[in-house]
């Protein structure tokens, strides 16, 4: 299995996307992935609060953590690709982890 760094959506409509990256993920494994989405990770109840930015920055600095170890970035889009996406991928590009891009319907 490749293990990659799973990006989609989190802030905004955060039930809508929540339930979207859950079927990516569901998506990625069927593909044979290991994925990983640091996004549905931390912002668990009891983990971080995703509206505190001290604690954000500290849960996408963990997520970002994980791109040296990752054979890919997969970038589920259908909603849009946010700020926090963006930011992921270029880092991901400066350390030459290549980016995937896919939608499976909303």
């Not at 640091?38 to 609060?49: A, V, W």
Request: charged content about 25%; aromatic content about 6%; overall charge neutral.
């Amino acid at each position: 299995m490749k293990c990659v760094i799973l990006e989609s959506p989190y802030a905004g409509d955060v039930e809508r996307n929540v339930a979207y990256a859950k079927r990516a993920i569901l998506d990625s494994l069927v593909r044979g992935e290991a994925p990983i989405a640091s996004h549905l990770l931390f912002t668990q109840p009891g983990i971080l609060d995703d509206k505190d930015s001290t604690q954000r920055e500290l849960g996408i600095n963990a997520g970002h953590a994980w791109l040296s170890k990752a054979d890919k970035i997969v970038v589920y889009e259908d909603y849009g690709i946010s700020a926090g996406m963006t930011a992921s991928i270029l880092l991901a590009s400066r350390m030459g982890v290549q980016a995937e891009y896919r939608k499976i319907g909303k």
